[in-house]
């Protein structure tokens, strides 16, 4: 599955679209919608995690591993299994300005934002 933006997902305009919490939010329905069974009803997205809620194996690479680190931390009871490719953990970054990415908060986005991190180790 494509993040917002990428590849043939939909693209919205605007840099409010791509804010951390609207990315985050993203995935979180996908694996509410996917593995929610059928009859059961739907997990309520107010706590994001019930005992209905469905648990995913979650991979992530680059942006998307940032993300998934994001996830499995803000609703770990819908993280089975969380793999990360190409992207630093998310305890790297926190001092680094990740929440404040979609208010301009990494120098030259997520690839400036890697190679700072990289440079500081």
Same mark, same amino acid.
């Given at each position: /599955? +494509? ?22 939010? +993203? ?59 190409? *992207?630093?953990?998310?305890?790297? /970054?926190?001092?680094?300005?990740? *929440? ?22």
């Amino acid at each position: /599955m +494509d993040l917002r933006g990428y590849g043939a997902s939909e693209k919205p305009p605007g840099k409010d679209s791509y804010r951390l919490e609207v990315l985050l939010e +993203d995935i979180r329905q996908v694996i509410e919608t996917l593995g929610t069974p059928e009859g059961q009803g739907e997990a309520p997205a107010v706590t994001g995690a019930t005992a209905l809620s469905p648990k995913c194996v979650l991979v992530g690479h680059n942006w998307g591993g940032l993300l998934a680190w994001e996830l499995a931390a803000n609703h770990p009871a819908l993280v089975e299994k969380l793999v990360i490719m190409g *992207a630093p953990h998310r305890a790297v /970054m926190a001092g680094n300005g990740v *929440a404040s990415w979609g208010r301009g908060g990494a120098p030259g986005g997520w690839v400036g934002a890697v190679g700072w991190c990289l440079w500081q180790l």
